[in-house]
């Protein structure tokens, strides 16, 4: 049994583990599911969470930013006395991610889902761009940084038909200065490729609108490598099944 919070209500609950496997969602390497009980005020209930091994409370600080903001990340987080993060299964219900992770998995196996996402990416990609707009956007106005590594991943519903955007690899996101007080070499090279921009200026010499203008710079090239991770998902299935 382990002792868990809820990041969002800060209530404890009971975690009774019954399985473990090999995570596949997003084919994150090193990851994995665990199945049980959540046993707490309201009762108990049978759930299958994705673990994390990462900064416990700095991966739950960037959830709550990002999640005050109205950005789709996952609609709850756990984290457990040895600061090990909880989420539920988005794929237990039978979707499927693609996106970066996938397309740099060192293996990658068939899935039901894969003839409807390149159908997805063929038909809707001007559509899942404009999502991928917007998404970018809203984390600029909250003056927030997507995920420098993995922007976004595509979400790819049970039943083959839709798609959402979901943001999973929270801890290379946050607050500009955040990303660049952990050093993140992601943070460092991309802000100053886009200080170019900028007329030679330090991070702290921009004023607010400029540093605004920074963020914006910074979130469009982690937008476009993402949008361009889901095409190289798209190939890597196609080789699976010779096209």
Do not use: C
Not at 78 to 87: A, V
Not at 208 to 230: P, S
């Amino acid at each position: 049994m382990k002792k868990i919070m809820d990041v969002y209500s800060r209530q404890t609950a009971d975690f009774h583990p019954q399985e473990s496997r090999a995570a596949t969602m997003g084919n994150r390497r090193g990851k994995q599911y665990e199945v049980g009980n959540i046993e707490d005020a309201q009762g108990s209930n049978q759930i299958e969470l994705f673990t994390r091994t990462v900064d416990g409370k700095e991966y739950a600080d960037i959830w709550q930013l990002f999640r005050q903001a109205g950005l789709p990340v996952v609609p709850q987080l756990w984290i457990d006395e040895e600061d090990k993060i909880y989420m539920p299964n988005l794929t237990a219900d039978g979707s499927a991610f693609y996106g970066k992770g996938y397309a740099d998995a060192y293996a990658v196996m068939p899935q039901e889902l894969d003839q409807a996402f390149l159908q997805l990416i063929d038909r809707d990609f001007a559509r899942i761009t404009q999502q991928a707009d917007r998404l970018s956007q809203q984390a600029t106005a909250n003056g927030l940084l997507l995920p420098l590594d993995d922007g976004f991943d595509l979400h790819v519903s049970a039943d083959g038909r839709r798609f959402d955007l979901v943001i999973l690899d929270l801890e290379y996101g946050g607050t500009l200065e955040d990303l660049l007080e952990r050093k993140q070499r992601f943070a460092q090279g991309r802000a100053q490729a886009a200080l170019l921009n900028f007329q030679g200026k330090g991070i702290d010499q921009l004023d607010h609108g400029e540093r605004r203008q920074l963020i914006a710079l910074i979130n469009e090239t982690t937008k476009k490598a993402a949008l361009e991770g889901m095409k190289q998902a798209a190939r890597r299935v196609k080789e699976l099944y010779g096209k």
